[in-house]
């Protein structure tokens, strides 16, 4: 009986998605990583299998009910078990109120709440049979606090924190471990470097998040004791104003 366990990453991206599931991997879990185009998964892949580690890539939406429900019975079917499910799409847009229209407020509320649903539920289902698992919902700094010019983000990361709280209180108790992180910095990815060079020059300072420990505080969250299981987590450089 194979005794292969798989890691679950939802917006596997070329930074912090990327970098957990390769952390992940290297402690022998399989990675399962999903984009909506699985060919730009390809670089990845390939580095998580230079590495040692093995990985599928799923092209997937995760606002798509049918889309979840496929995949993980797929996963669980044919790769390996569920033993953790990191969501981390991130759907950051910034609108004055008055600019947002009906379209961008729906979808980003799908891609970071509803999505988020979805994955939630339906690696629970998986879970609960087994009575152990670890889920980590990825949030921001809007996640708590509303901003000018964030009213979409901000109400659909506000969603997707009480839904890990409501989560963390029903599934704690039957053995699963629920999280949400709150990264409140900037990242180190090309899009920070490209669109905000005097922040990206703070990297030789360590004041924007390395994606490569962000991703070493989740498998942290996951080897947690029942004992002392961490709900919430925040995560930030050392020179950020909060």
Not at 6 to 16: E, H, K, N, P, R
Not at 45 to 57: L, P, S, T
Not at 88 to 111: P, Q
Not at 160 to 172: K, V, Y
């Amino acid at each position: 009986m194979s005794t292969s366990k798989s890691v679950l990453v939802i917006g596997a991206g070329d930074a912090t998605g990327g970098a957990i599931a390769r952390r992940f991997a290297r402690e022998g879990l399989i990675a399962c990583v999903t984009r909506r185009q699985a060919d730009k998964l390809a670089p990845l892949v390939a580095q998580i299998e230079a590495e040692g580690g093995k990985a599928h890539a799923f092209g997937s939406d995760a606002r798509i009910e049918a889309d979840m429900v496929a995949l993980v019975e797929g996963i669980e079917r044919d790769i390996a078990p569920i033993e953790v499910a990191v969501f981390n799409i991130g759907a950051n847009v910034r609108f004055d109120v008055t600019d947002t229209t009906e379209r961008v407020y729906r979808k980003v509320w799908e891609m970071a709440a509803l999505a988020g649903f979805l994955t939630g539920r339906e690696v629970a289902k998986a879970m609960l049979k087994r009575g152990h698992g670890t889920i980590i919902f990825t949030g921001a700094t809007a996640s708590v606090r509303g901003a000018a010019g964030f009213s979409a983000f901000a109400g659909a990361k506000h969603a997707l924190r009480a839904l890990a709280q409501s989560m963390a209180r029903e599934l704690g108790p039957k053995g699963i471990h629920v999280a949400h992180t709150l990264i409140d910095g900037a990242i180190d990815t090309q899009f920070i470097a490209e669109n905000f060079p005097q922040r990206y020059a703070l990297k030789d300072q360590d004041g924007i998040l390395n994606p490569e420990h962000i991703a070493e505080s989740y498998w942290q969250l996951h080897r947690q004791p029942r004992s002392a299981w961490t709900q919430e987590m925040d995560l930030r450089p050392w020179m950020e104003t909060w």
